[in-house]
């Protein structure tokens, strides 16, 4: 019998990170609340593709991908970045 994954969305600051930077705190932020919660988790959130899009593109797939969620993860931070307190 599989285990189903909660989806997590993680609403973050990502202003002056690199795409590594940002996929390493995902993955931080993933391993501490899968302990917490004791639970398998998937994160869902947006991730940049290449494709040029607009922030509000961006923020409305974030959207999407919320309304989607299990559980919705601000980490520190969120509410100095534009974005996530929109999120919020």
């Not at 609403?11 to 899968?34: F, K, V």
């Not at 593709?49 to 969120?78: H, K, P, Y």
Request: net charge negative; aromatic share 6%.
């Amino acid at each position: 019998m599989s285990v189903t994954k909660k989806k997590v969305f993680i609403s973050m600051p990502m202003a002056g990170l690199t795409d590594e930077g940002i996929r390493a705190r995902i993955d931080h932020i993933l391993g501490n609340l899968a302990k917490s919660l004791n639970a398998p988790l998937e994160c869902i959130n947006y991730i940049d593709d290449g494709v040029q899009r607009t922030a509000l593109e961006c923020l409305g797939e974030s959207l999407r991908l919320m309304e989607q969620s299990d559980v919705i993860f601000f980490a520190g931070g969120w509410t100095g970045a534009r974005g996530c307190m929109v999120e919020h």
